[in-house]
């Protein structure tokens, strides 16, 4: 069943790896059926990929190989709850180290130019809860890059 609302990414050319690489790397994620341009356009030719289907985390996307008309911005990312450490340190270690970069507060973009926030349950917790917690967990998060879960527990902690 095709889903009624569907994100779809702009690429300049490589959707098709970045699905790949999406769905080697999250749960619940899974590549799908790959169209081909039926015939030429500005950024390709017949028979070039042009879109891609695939889901990254459960969510329904189509990678659209559109040319380098328009890039990613920080205004969209992908938001990925982690458990702890570890999974933390597998998404963002999984996204920079495939040519991606680092950002600040838990953001990182990868090398296709999508941006992700990497974000520690604990970290949302302390937001949900409000007040003086908040402001520790938070204020620690801006000094980070990639969130330091102990850090973030001991912010909340007081």
Known sequence: MTAKNTICLWYDKDAEAAARFYAATFPNSSMGKVHHAPGDYPSGKTGDVLM??????????????????????????????????????????????????ESDCGWCKDRWGLNW??????????????????????????????????????????
Do not use: H
Request: aromatic share 8%; glycine share 10%.
């Open 52 to 101: 891609v289907e695939f889901t990254v985390a459960g969510v329904a996307c189509i990678g659209l190989n559109g040319g380098p008309a328009f890039k990613q911005t920080e205004a969209f990312s992908f938001q990925i709850s982690t458990e702890d450490q570890a999974e933390t340190d597998r998404y963002w270690n999984a996204i920079v180290g495939n040519g991606g970069k």
């Open 117 to 158: 926030q990497i974000t520690p349950r604990t970290l949302m917790e302390a937001m949900a809860a409000g007040g003086s917690e908040a402001k520790r967990a938070f204020d620690a998060m801006m000094t980070m890059q990639k969130i330091d879960v102990a850090k973030i527990d001991a912010a909340r902690r007081g």
